[in-house]
């Protein structure tokens, strides 16, 4: 199996698997969400690297070990992908998003259409009429400091088990860990306050212009983005296929992690 290092590019740290021989295809990289970091990736960047195909997934939001990354925005997060995508010189790459990471990733796709050698979507949103779910509109309102100032280690072990996950200790430590210094909380609301839907209205419509393939990988029982997002993908997508993981909710590459790794790797060898 190959190991997985942890490595920094300017403010941006990211997980990275090599291949132990020959690079075969485009490079992996994966985008997560909310709460998570490039921590969930390590089961797909292991399985992925196996197969001779180059894994990277960027700490994103000042979560994981990107505590100086600035501001937790939606705007300061492209920014900070974007630049790094080009810093680290790569030229196309499949792109992997989840939850916050369907912003960033595909608002960047949109933009580099001619580097996307295909797309896995999973549990997100990216349209302009897009509404909040009832968690986040409670955090871009002014209770938002309250809500995140109660937050302990055990409602966020709540959080992460809501879909019926379970998620071992050491992930769950590791995820509290921006949260118990500080600045997972400020971060949080940095970014919910900063995703206005309407925001995305410039890219409404270029998902159709990507031409590579595209699987779109969901959790069935998902209470935050429901099912009905995902067929939306299916439709805007010029080639794309919908894979839902019955039995699994929002945190799809957990709950159904053995499931999704396998769909992934199948759908880089074409299958």
């Not at 740290?13 to 970091?37: I, K, M, N, Q, W």
């Not at 949260?179 to 206005?196: H, K, N, P, V």
């Not at 925001?199 to 009905?228: H, N, S, T, V, Y």
Request: aromatic share 12%.
């Amino acid at each position: 199996m190959a190991a997985v290092e942890l490595k920094r590019e300017g403010p941006v740290a990211y997980r990275e698997a090599l291949p132990d021989g020959p690079t075969s295809g485009p490079p992996l990289v994966c985008v997560h969400g909310f709460p998570e970091s490039s921590l969930m990736w390590e089961p797909l960047l292991e399985a992925a690297a196996g197969t001779g195909r180059r894994g990277l997934a960027p700490d994103l939001y000042r979560f994981g070990d990107s505590a100086d990354f600035g501001p937790a925005t939606f705007e300061n997060s492209r920014e900070r992908f974007s630049a790094w995508i080009d810093e680290l010189g790569l030229e196309s790459a499949v792109i992997v998003v989840h939850d916050w990471g369907g912003f960033v990733g595909l608002s960047w796709a949109c933009d580099n259409p001619d580097r996307v050698a295909g797309l896995v979507v999973s549990d997100t949103g990216f349209f302009a009429d897009g509404k909040w779910h009832g968690m986040a509109e409670a955090l871009r309102s002014d209770q938002g400091e309250a809500l995140v100032g109660s937050l302990d280690r055990g409602g966020f072990t709540g959080l992460l088990n809501s879909g019926g996950e379970t998620f071992s200790e050491a992930e769950i430590d590791a995820y509290w860990e921006p949260f118990a210094a500080g600045r997972g909380q400020a971060a949080t609301l940095e970014f919910y306050r900063s995703m206005d839907f309407e925001k995305l209205g410039p890219w409404q419509g270029r998902l159709a212009e990507i031409d590579a393939p595209a699987l779109i990988l969901w959790g069935a029982e998902d209470p935050f983005a429901p099912l009905a997002g995902a067929k939306r993908f299916e439709r805007e997508l010029a080639d794309a296929r919908l894979v839902a993981i019955e039995g699994a909710g929002h945190f799809v590459f957990d709950g159904g992690r053995e499931r999704c790794v396998n769909g992934v790797l199948a759908f880089l060898a074409g299958d």
